[in-house]
Each structure stands twice: as C-alpha cells, then as structure tokens.
C-alpha cells in the first residue's frame, strides 16, 4: 500500500515539475497579419479605410491594440484596445478620411505576449489624401 | 371551444419573409396558426437572432438582432387571407475594439394568401390544405446610408422583396399532420445599386396537436433549408464576401390556444451553414409570439 502511495506521489511529481517546465521554456510568439490596408495605399478624402487583420499566438495571449497615426500632424486619429487572454484575436474596423489635408499615415498593431512587457509589433504605412 | 375542431392542423411555421438582415441569413418567420379561415388574428412577436463574423476562421465579431413585431391577419372571405407585420429592430455588433447598435422601424410587409385546396372530414377537420400567398416588403424602415460599413445591422433593406408562398398540409392521423412550405423571394436593389441575392427555402415540419388542459396544444419540429444568391452592385456581381451560401436547420413551435389566445415558441438551431464564404455563421434563433383570436362572424 505504502509502495502505491510512494509511486502516485512521485509520478505527480514528475508531471507538475515537467507541466511547470514547459511552461517558462516555450516563449509565446504569435503571428501579426495585416490584411488591409497594405503598404503604400491611398485612402481618398470622405473614403473608409478598411483596418483588417489577425493574430495567431503560439500560446495565450494577453491582448491588443490597434493605433491608426497621422505622422503628417503625429496625431493619433483611431485607437482601440482588447484586454482578454486569447489564443488568436481577429479585427475589423473603419476608419473615414477626413484629415483636411494629404498626410502619411502609419497603423500599428502591437500585441502583448506577457505581463512583463514584451510585445511584438507589426505596422504599415499608407496616404490619406485630399 | 368549439372552433378547435375546425382549426385543422395547419401551423403556419415559416413566413414568406427571408430578411436580408446579415446579408439575408434567418428566416424572419412570423409564426402562427393558418386557421381554415375562421379567425382574424392580431398580435406581437418577439424575437432574437445572433451572429457571428469570422476573419480566417477567427471571430472578429458577434451580432444580435432582436425584433419586435405587430402582427396582423384578416380574413376577407373563406379562402383569402390577408396577412400583414411591421418590426421594430434593435441590432447590435460588438466587435474587439468597438461596437455599434442601430435601431429603428423595419420594412412592413403584407402577403395575400389564396386557399387552393381545403379537404375536411366530416368533423370539419383538416385532412388536406393548399394555398398560395403573394407578398411584399416595402423599404419603408431606416435603412442604411450608401457608405455605410454596417449595412446588415438597419432594420430596412432599403428595397422591395416580392415572395411567393406555397404551403401543403396534409394530415396524417387524428393528431399528427405533415407540413411543407416552400418559399421564393426575389429582391430589388437598393437606391445605390446594392442588390441583395434571391432567397429559396423549403420547410417540412411535423405537427402534432392534442387537447391538454382548457386548451389544445400543438407542436412542430422540422427541418428547413434556406439558399440565398449572390449580392450584386449596379447589376455586377460584388466582389469578395457577397452573402451567397446556405443555412440547413432544425427547429421546434410549441403553441398553445386558451380562449382565443395562441401562444407561441420558436426555436430553430442551425445544423449546417455556409454563408459568405463562411465569414458569417447565424447562431440559434428564438421567438415568441402572442396573438389573440377575433372569431368571425359567420353568414352561412
């Protein structure tokens, strides 16, 4: 009886050390893909941009943002955040030009793989113009 | 009570309206009883249909579209009816970083239905029922403006649908009658070209029906297909995601009729969708339905 206690005990052992393990030596990655817009677009005075992507992580991920940047007035003209632990994050939005004047535009995405601050980062750049 | 015998067992479990909403997934079915032409009926619908949008198999958003109805039914003469809704629509998509709720009145729609064949045994009961409806919805409700990026969440199309109804009942035993409805909807475009696909669908539900307690009961589970065509812009097929694809569901309506009063349930799950590409998949559906019943007056 001692002896089954004894092996119980060591086997559980060995799958917490082993779960515990795996857990610190695989750093989480994750897979930015910005759909549209891409690189160089135009973005026609009173048109919608279309801001469309996905982001797969390797593990769980710890959320999102999503920052649209005037770099003409380095004004920042749509944001948005999403906080909850996933393990892939999805988005779609819009955004209308209505800048006044012809700007360079950069849209970031930046995703947080931990609480630690390590992040992984993916932008385009494209024209709004008048 | 006397009238149940001569209510038959025809439940009327799909309307002639598939609505664009989402791009014209969901039925839009108003509910209830298709009497042997012996009531009015007036009465309120309640419903709640949810969505979900996928970018590469991943949600990036979820959409809840709840309505509410008036409805309406008058029979003219013993095998004309005419039947008649205006909806109030509250819809909402919640997406990861936003989200956007539109309301307001939804596109009013009356359909004339035409009694073809109308068998009864000698209790007066139904054993065979055939009839033919025609309608039409009129883009009366807030629709959405031409740039809108939201267009499936407005009450109102912004077009005309023209339907046409042909339902067949026939009875099986004393309570059990077998129902099939199929339906085709042809869509109009909007003022700014956009054009929603034409909508089919075909429905087979068994109904069941017996006296419980001071009323009677009636029960419908079936299977229902909807196939809905492509959207085209200015008469040119819309690139990319154009609302073509199909939706194959179960769903169950449990009525119950006291005193004039018809209460009604519906619920139908879908068991196997493609739409849009499979960005878009319609969740469950549930509705509720109260109408009261207006006994005509007879002139035999």
């Known amino acids: ?130 | 009570m006397k009238f149940m015998n001569m209510f038959g067992i025809v439940l009327w479990t799909f309307s002639a309206w598939s609505c664009d909403v989402c791009g014209g997934v969901s039925g839009n079915a108003s509910i209830g009883l298709l009497a042997s032409t012996q009531f009015h009926t007036i009465g309120i619908k309640s419903s709640l249909n949810t969505y979900r949008s996928y970018l590469n198999g991943i949600v990036h958003s979820r959409e809840y579209i709840a309505q509410g109805e008036v409805i309406a039914r008058w029979q003219p003469h013993a095998r004309w009816q005419i039947s008649a809704n205006i909806p109030y629509q509250v819809g909402r998509q919640k997406r990861d970083l936003g989200s956007d709720f539109i309301q307001g009145l939804g596109d009013p729609r009356i359909l004339v239905n035409h009694v073809l064949v109308h068998h009864k045994d000698s209790n007066q009961a139904t054993r065979n029922f055939l009839s033919l409806g025609l309608g039409i919805k009129a883009p009366w409700g807030r629709r959405a403006p031409a740039s809108s990026m939201i267009r499936n969440l407005y009450p109102s199309t912004g077009a005309w649908n023209f339907s046409t109804v042909l339902l067949f009942t026939k009875r099986l035993t004393e309570h059990v009658s077998l129902q099939q409805e199929g339906i085709y909807t042809y869509k109009m475009r909007d003022a700014s070209g956009y054009r929603y696909g034409n909508t089919y669908s075909y429905a087979v539900t068994v109904v069941w029906n017996k006296s419980l307690g001071i009323g009677r009961l009636l029960v419908g589970p079936g299977l229902q297909l909807e196939r809905f065509g492509a959207s085209t812009e200015d008469g040119l097929p819309v690139s990319g995601y154009n609302n073509q694809g199909f939706v194959f569901e179960s769903q169950v309506s449990v009525n119950y009729l006291s005193y004039n009063w018809l209460w009604g349930l519906n619920v139908i799950q879908p068991l196997q969708q493609n739409f849009n590409q499979g960005s878009m998949k319609q969740g469950i559906r549930v509705s509720c339905t109260l109408s009261y019943l207006i006994t005509k007056n007879s002139k035999k």
């Open chain 1, 1 to 130: 009886m001692k002896a089954t206690i004894y092996i119980i005990t060591f086997t559980l052992g060995i799958l917490f050390v082993g779960t515990s393990c795996e857990k610190h030596s695989e750093p989480i990655t994750a897979t930015l893909t910005l759909l549209e817009p891409q690189a160089g677009d135009t973005v026609m005075a009173g048109e919608a941009l279309h801001m469309h992507g996905t982001v797969v992580g390797s593990g769980e991920l710890h959320g999102y943002s999503l920052t649209l940047t005037n770099l003409t007035t380095n004004q920042v003209v749509f944001s948005g955040s999403n906080a909850t632990h996933q393990t892939s994050y999805a988005f779609d939005e819009h955004w209308v030009n209505m800048e006044g004047a012809t700007s360079n535009m950069k849209l970031s995405l930046i995703v947080n793989l931990d609480h630690e601050g390590n992040t992984t980062t993916k932008s385009v750049e494209f024209v709004a113009a008048q």
